[in-house]
T-cell receptor
Framework: GIQVEQSPPDLILQEGANSTLRCNFS?????LQWFHQNPWGQLINLFY???GTKQNGRLSATTVATERYSLLYISSSQTTDSGVYFC???????????????FGQGTILTVHP | NAGVTQTPKFRVLKTGQSMTLLCAQD?????MYWYRQDPGMGLRLIHY???????AKGEVPDGYNVSRLKKQNFLLGLESAAPSQTSVYFC???????????FGQGTRLTVV
């Protein structure tokens, strides 16, 4: 099956700093999503981005499908950005996938005041 | 707009007991999924459904059964709970296969 690798595994920032999280995947994808899991365990949709670039406030994401990676940018980080960021992909490489997502291991982000 | 709702939010079971987790979505989505999340890991797919009356196995189906009798509901059953099934369970739904998935708030299950 498809492999999804996220880096870095851990990231510690001071409030106001910028950061880039990376997601590499081993095969072509027809769906890629970024999620934020907050300290209460809730999964929050950030971006649905199988290709191209999107921005939402201080967050933006870029997926370069041909090179099999996606980047999540967080600017002017805040303490509320703390949590785990997951990349998840869906691939048709082995036939119809029915929207089944394969998750990376996540990046644990800690933002200090 | 409730989205995806899971019941219950927390549960403690004794080894060998059975239980059913309920997932309900109000978005008229065709596809529904059950995932589990273990400490320090991403989510892994247990079972999924591509429409009312259909179910299929995911990556880690052993020890679980599912049913999709109504389009809006997807049930996950544990017939004989084991400590290895201690986990956080997430339900998700999508309208079509290649569209955005929406997740419930999770169910934290502890088997002692």
């Amino acid at each position: 099956g498809i492999q999804v690798e996220q880096s870095p595994p851990d990231l510690i920032l001071q409030e106001g700093a910028n950061s880039t999280l990376r997601c590499n995947f081993s095969d072509s994808v027809n769906n890629l999503q970024w999620f934020h899991q907050n300290p209460w365990g809730q999964l929050i949709n950030l971006f649905y981005i199988p290709s191209g670039t999107k921005q939402n406030g201080r967050l933006s994401a870029t997926t370069v499908a041909t090179e099999r990676y996606s980047l999540l940018y967080i600017s002017s980080s805040q303490t509320t950005d703390s949590g785990v960021y997951f990349c998840a992909v869906d691939t048709n490489a082995g036939g119809t996938s029915y929207g089944k997502l394969t998750f990376g291991q996540g990046t644990i982000l800690t933002v200090h005041p | 707009n409730a989205g995806v709702t899971q019941t219950p939010k927390f549960r403690v079971l004794k080894t060998g007991q059975s239980m059913t987790l309920l997932c309900a979505q109000d978005m008229n989505h065709e596809y529904m999924y059950w995932y589990r999340q273990d400490p320090g890991m991403g989510l892994r797919l247990i079972h999924y459904s591509v429409g009312e009356g259909t179910t299929a196995k995911g990556e880690v189906p052993d020890g679980y059964n599912v049913s999709r009798l109504k389009k809006q509901n997807f049930l996950l059953g544990l017939e004989s709970a084991a400590p290895s099934q201690t986990s956080v369970y997430f339900c998700a739904s999508t309208g079509q296969a290649n569209t955005e998935a929406f997740f419930g708030q999770g169910t934290r299950l502890t088997v002692v």
